[in-house]
């Protein structure tokens, strides 16, 4: 038994708090199982002074979005000199900003789709780009604010433009990737498995179809060529190098194979906090590879540090 003491960071104030604070209390009773000392900590704009007061032997954190994976948080618990689980604040931040991802990506050969950053109100009159094309926040995660424009559609979303659009000014619009959506797990240097998703009753892997129970199927391993299963594995493992990533991350990926068997495999965006609730992936893909959700999580809190 482990006589650590672990504060789970979750909940916070982005659009992703009923998630953080799902993933967050999973972790937190897995940890208490497997023997750690867990404190819950439900992040407000006190967190320093909170975690001062806690001094934890480690930070697991099950924050999701703006704050607890663009750096911010990250850069808090290195100031306090507490350890912490996931990427640290330099990969978090990049990776966060889809389009400097996707740039450091290709940069070292992963395929990657076109795509332009603009202010949303210069899409809102003319289409920016052929449809189809995908409309994305450039820092938002869980497909919040993702929109996709078919060829038949005469004119962009007119949502971008109101006034009450929440996901900030500038958007990226990108290519859209016909296909199956493909997603795999890197645990430290080692690629796990590749799982793909069926959204179902939706067009795409949105929110809904991520966490509400039933909302999505996951095959894993995928049904798919076995070159093509290896190159998404390697391309995982090259994303999550390139971008300094540590600890767990998750790519996501399109594979067009309508035309050949080989197809077309285009890598979308990593996720340096990858969901941990009851119907999330990596802990999905982790069991395929032998670990328990107790043992991933024990890996990860082992795994903690500064400096990242």
Known sequence: ???????????????????????????????????????????GRDVAAVLGELRPDVAFNALHGPYGEDGTIQG????????????????????????????????????VADERVMHRLEVELIHPM??????????????????????????PPQSIGSDDWPYGDHIMVERFVHGRELTC??????????T????????????????????SKHEYPAKILPNIYQKIQKL????????????????DFRYDD???EDGEVVWLEI????????TSLVPELAELAGYDFGELLTWMVEDASCMR
Do not use: W
Request: aromatic share 8%; charged share 15%.
């Open 185 to 194: 797990a890197v645990m430290g240097d080692q690629a796990l498995g590749v």
């Open 258 to 260: 309508r035309f050949s």
């Open 76 to 111: 808090i618990l290195e100031y306090l000199e507490i350890p912490y689980t996931h990427s640290g604040v330099g990969a978090s931040a990049l990776a966060m900003h889809k389009q400097q991802a996707k740039r450091i990506a290709a940069s070292v050969g992963i395929p």
């Open 1 to 43: 038994m482990s006589s650590k003491h672990v504060a789970v960071l979750m909940g916070g104030f982005s659009s992703e708090r009923p998630v953080s604070l799902s993933s967050g209390n999973a972790c937190a009773d897995a940890l208490e199982d497997v023997g750690y000392r867990v404190t819950r900590v439900d992040v």
């Open 196 to 215: 793909e998703i069926f959204p179902i009753g939706h067009s795409f892997y949105d929110y809904e179809a991520k966490y509400v129970k039933g909302g």
């Open 130 to 155: 052929d449809p189809p094309y995908v409309v994305k926040p450039v820092s938002e995660g869980s497909s919040f604010g993702v929109l996709i424009v078919h060829e038949d559609h005469t004119h």
């Open 271 to 278: 996720n340096t906090q990858p969901g941990m609730t009851p």
């Open 236 to 251: 995982s493992l090259m994303a999550h190098q390139a971008l300094g990533c540590r600890g767990v991350s998750r790519s």
